[in-house]
């Protein structure tokens, strides 16, 4: 590997690259959603309801308590569109890069609180403590911190919202960054108590069933009949399923991009054949065999892809790292990767290239040099399974010794 560092250097980088591709699509598909479903709590919601009318608020509400391990409350949502910033089309308002945003093109799902919600915390600015509008006609609301710097928006921004018919304008007040993995309702636009109840609205919860929460599922449905309830875990599964029909795509197109690799390899042996055969003939004139010569070249082949499988371990391991902290999971060291990736090189590399190897030209070639000639009667060393019974050179037919005296 050394005498041939630019080809083996190729050969390294490329079986790398491959085999951390493999291994980061592999820890995506199966590794971080179970990760980050085990980081969350217990309790933690994996049903919601929506579509709550006010009517069945308590019915709904006394269905839940009685069943469910943990619950988030009803939350009132109104829903309505953002139609004017300070008066101005969001459009004109807003960023240039933020004109097709999604939060202009739909309706927004606004509630009340007249406390802060589970999950949210106060960034800039404070809490409303009124319930009532201000003398112009607006009154407070807290924005979601993301939005608002998508939006540019900022405290004492105007907002206007067309709800039905009717419009009603809301001054930020305060800004929020939200939890969204606390799988709690959570809004973008809250009003105080007071502003939002005379338009139509309807009610929205989360909660956490046990297993064995079928029953009160289905008395729900029979109950309420309007009531839509989502399966968090369902969803999950079908992530899950989504996330393996795109990895397995990708690793079929990384298996022809791993068959590149193993042509770069032949492209290689097959420069390097020369090298090859007059190293050992020249190991032969020393005394080696074919099963020593054999053992060097699946030893050479075995170390690049160990070599290359340590690098690709290393390689997966800095990007799962990174995708971690993007996401915000606890990161943590993949040992079982560390050990198999080396073991698959070292098979893989080292099989493939002795194969490939092993070629017509590749065994027992030697090359002839016209500037080189031997003593005459000069000995062939014995080979592999010959006996050392004086046979010169000129004797021996398909060996070709490289000529040991300058002219």
């Not at 005498?3 to 190729?10: I, N, Q, V, Y």
Request: glycine share 12%; aromatic share 8%.
């Amino acid at each position: 590997m050394a005498r041939r560092r630019t080809a083996s250097l190729g050969q390294l980088l490329a079986f790398s690259v491959t085999f951390a591709a493999m291994a980061i699509i592999a820890l995506v598909r199966g590794d971080l959603l179970t990760t980050w479903q085990a980081q969350l709590p217990v309790d933690t919601p994996n049903y919601f309801a929506i579509n709550i009318q006010p009517q069945e608020r308590a019915g709904v509400e006394t269905l839940i308590e009685d069943a469910a391990d943990s619950a988030s409350g009803l939350y009132p949502m109104v829903r309505g569109r953002l139609t004017a910033i300070d008066g101005e089309p969001p459009t004109q308002r807003v960023p240039e890069e933020s004109r097709n945003d999604g939060a202009l093109r739909r309706d927004l799902n606004l509630t009340w609180r007249a406390a802060l919600p589970e999950g949210n915390r106060i960034t800039e600015g404070r809490w409303f403590d009124t319930d009532a509008a201000s003398g112009d006609g607006a009154v407070p609301i807290s924005v979601e911190e993301e939005l608002a710097g998508r939006l540019g928006l900022s405290l004492g921004d105007e907002m206007t919202f067309t709800i039905g018919s009717d419009s009603i304008t809301g001054r930020i007040t305060s800004l929020r960054h939200l939890d969204w993995e606390s799988f709690q309702p959570n809004f973008f636009i809250i009003f105080p108590p007071g502003a939002l109840e005379g338009f139509g609205h309807s009610y929205i919860t989360s909660f956490h069933l046990p297993d064995g929460g079928n029953p009160l599922l289905g008395e729900m449905v029979q109950r309420y009949p309007g009531v839509s309830v989502l399966n968090v875990e369902a969803l999950l599964e079908q992530v899950r399923g989504i996330l393996g029909q795109v990895t397995r795509a990708i690793e079929f197109v990384l298996g022809f991009v791993l068959l590149a690799g193993v042509s770069v390899l032949y492209a290689a042996l097959t420069a390097s054949r020369p090298a090859r055969a007059h190293e050992g003939a020249l190991l032969r004139v020393f005394g080696a065999g074919n099963r020593t010569l054999s053992r060097m070249q699946l030893a050479e082949f075995s170390l690049l892809g160990l070599v290359s499988g340590l690098l690709g371990a290393a390689l997966a391991e800095a990007a799962a790292l990174g995708i971690y902290g993007w996401l915000g999971l606890v990161p943590r060291m993949h040992w079982l990767m560390w050990g198999i990736m080396p073991l698959l090189g070292a098979m893989l590399v080292g099989g493939v290239g002795f194969l490939l190897s092993r070629g017509p030209a590749g065994r027992r070639q030697w090359p002839a040099c016209d500037y080189w000639e031997r003593p005459e009667g000069s000995m062939i060393p014995p080979q592999d399974g010959e006996s050392d019974g004086g046979e010169t050179a000129d004797d021996a037919p398909g060996y070709v010794l490289p000529r040991l005296k300058p002219r």
